[in-house]
């Protein structure tokens, strides 16, 4: 989850707001979590859905639910593709025919790969149902316009956000057909002893009322010119751009979503949260717990996004022409603003730059004139943690310099996926006069503490302007 927080510095002048990078530290309930890159030269990427949901129903001791559901622990889980599945081949056409006929969208879906599971586990006073559908597609066909000279390239961005509302039932060797779009199915038919007992309940209604793949709120919760963005000249780039550009450092643009902030407005989530009586007459209770959908999507160049009769598209330049402002199809867009973060124009109208440089610039030496410089440490990072213990440190810098404030991520390791970042933006121009630096961060601060599910070695940076620092831990 990446975060733009305000710098407690004196030399940088910081106004907070929300930027979200990655969102790989789990949501509890329903949401989609999508991650995409599209490159200038068009060719096939891979981008990620992840949609999650859980459901939690609470029985008292006795009861019906207790006796079937306690002490259960189950999982119902397969993977395929388009290219072994038949069924999953008519999953990529249904998606190829909701992005043509609702989104309006030109690209085509060549392949796609599904991860399906569902985990149930049963407690003494209450069991959860959790539900979770990984999707990557193989997209071509976004190119709208190539880009001439300093006339920018147009990429077609209304595909991100399509709906699936119809059943969708895939043949698997271990349980043969499962409908796994709404949640109610898999219940119906792998588990029928829970079905029996809470059919024709306010429970079956809440379990059968909202299908699982649907990321429309990603636009709709978010218009996409309400994302934050963020230049970023060295990205690196990781397994969800497609083939061959995994581990490329190149100039992109992120966009990102799933935060409430000024600019950005409220995101309203729907939280079930009721009761129900089983057919033992006895009353139980039923509630979700919904988190807003959020995604990136990493642009090569400097990109902006247009809504273009009531789709979204993005325009992007490799790079700015010279020293001379550049058309786009959102009109006269500065040079300068290529190291901003443009979705804080409105509060900001000041630059961000952040350059994630691996060099270490030491302290000068009593009596040498003063170059800029920063000296960073991470305090408080064990190195194991358990999956899912929260994870927080502390991080000390201190130095001469100005517009120094961090940018701090978690990634994964070796494939560099980034599954957690803050960032910092300082309201201070670049040109501005340098003064002492000396900065105590307590990380996340005060969000929720981070925390992650999947076993591995992952690396923590902490990046200034002039230097940076990377400590590594182990999920075990």
Known sequence: MDKTKNCPAK????????????????????????????PIAGGPVTPSYDFEKSFYIDYPAGS?????????????????????????????????????????????????????????????????????????????????????GNVPETLDASWVAFNLNNPVTINTKQYGPLEINYPIDAIQS??????DAIKDTAAEHVFKSENLIDASELYSAQPLDKWDSLFDPAYTLTGTAGYGYQGQKIAVTTFSSGLSNAFSGTLNVNNVDEDFTGHDGIKYHIATKEQADAGTINIEGHANPNEVQGEWTF???AQ???????ATAGGQLNTMTIYAVAGFAATLGATLFWYASKKKIPVPNAGAEKDQYTVITIDGLK???????????????????NGVCPFISITK??????VWSQGYVTQEPKDSPPSDVDMNLKVPGNENPISIREQGLYTVQVSTTSNSLEESFEIV
Request: hydrophobic share 40%.
């Open 64 to 148: 019906k639910l207790q006796d079937i559901l306690e002490g259960k622990n189950a999982t119902i889980s397969f993977v395929g593709n388009a290219d072994n599945n038949p069924d999953i081949k008519t999953l990529m056409h249904q998606i190829n025919s909701d992005m043509t006929a609702n989104e309006h969208s030109s690209v085509i879906l060549t392949n796609l790969a599904v991860n399906y599971q569902l985990t149930v586990t049963g407690y003494h006073d209450h069991a959860s149902f959790d539900y979770r559908i990984v999707l990557v597609p193989t997209v071509t066909g976004y190119v709208l316009n190539k880009a001439s």
């Open 413 to 418: 390791e070796p494939e560099g996926e980034k």
């Open 315 to 317: 325009t992007t330049l």
């Open 11 to 38: 030399a940088a002048a910081c106004i907070a707001s929300i930027f979200l990078i990655s969102v790989a530290v789990l949501p509890a309930s329903a949401s989609v979590n999508f991650d995409g890159y599209m």
């Open 320 to 326: 700015a022409a010279g020293t001379t402002s550049t």
């Open 383 to 401: 190195k194991k943690y358990d999956i899912n213990e929260p994870i927080e440190f502390a991080v000390s810098i201190k130095g001469y310099g």
């Open 190 to 195: 792998q588990m029928p002893d829970v079905y």
